[in-house]
């Protein structure tokens, strides 16, 4: 066996080893290899998947307005700078858009999470993670205590688990997953990828208990 043969033995055994899998990622028309078929969606994932496409419609039109009004320049909005706000537990962080995002992105937000009473999130972040508006559920303002701020106010912070890791790296049409809230319940997220003047900015995300 050649050496050459051998590295590219080695490399392949590798990457077979340390890829990770994404359950539930999907991608329509046409499902690729190890992705669901579109048809084993419910009604309600499909409900679902609608207002996550148009959070993520409404959310491109905004940052798209903020560019041509030079409301803020391309460079900055992609420029994935984050600045610590002190005293907050967990951190939170402020940006040179987020103020903006106080502004125009909470309405769209709260609109997609008043269309059902199963859905318990919808939000926008940008590729790392980062919740620069929360929809007004979680968005209240902050009282100084730790553990009933750490529940009602959730905007600005940087969520780095793996399944808003996996959301916000997404570039299929949709990702599906399965995960839990902090307070240990399982339920089912749909996100969507934001693209702005042809680059990938972020996603929407909702999530959702299934019906019964």
């Known amino acids: 066996m050649t050496r050459n043969l051998r590295y590219k033995l080695t490399f ?3 990457a077979t080893a340390c890829a990770i899998p994404v359950s ?3 991608s329509a028309p046409t499902p690729a290899a190890g992705e669901a078929a579109p048809d084993v969606l419910t009604t309600q994932d499909r409900d ?13 039109q905004v940052l798209e307005q903020w ?5 803020i320049t391309e460079d900055r909005l992609f420029a994935r700078l984050y600045y610590p706000i002190p005293k907050t537990e967990p951190r939170k962080w402020t940006t040179h858009y987020d103020s903006l995002a ?20 919808a939000i926008v972040t940008d590729v790392n ?5 929360h929809n007004s559920r979680f968005a209240q303002a902050l009282t100084g205590n730790m553990s009933q701020d ?24 949709y990702l599906m997953q ?3 809230l902090e307070t240990g319940d399982a339920i089912y997220e749909i996100s969507v990828p934001i693209m702005v003047r042809g680059k990938h900015w972020g996603c929407a995300r909702i999530g959702y208990r299934r019906a019964e």
């Open 102 to 121: 106080d502004r125009d992105m909470v309405n769209p937000e709260d609109k997609a999470l008043a269309r059902s009473p199963l859905l318990q999130y």
């Open 129 to 133: 993670g980062y919740v620069p508006a």
């Open 178 to 180: 399965r995960t839990r």
């Open 12 to 14: 392949a055994i590798l």
């Open 48 to 60: 679902v998947l609608a207002a996550a496409e148009q959070l993520a419609t409404e959310a491109s």
């Open 24 to 26: 539930f990622a999907q």
């Open 67 to 71: 560019i041509t009004t030079q409301a």
């Open 150 to 173: 750490y529940i009602n106010n959730r905007t600005k912070r940087m969520l780095g688990d793996l399944t808003s890791f996996a959301a916000a790296h997404s570039e299929a049409r």
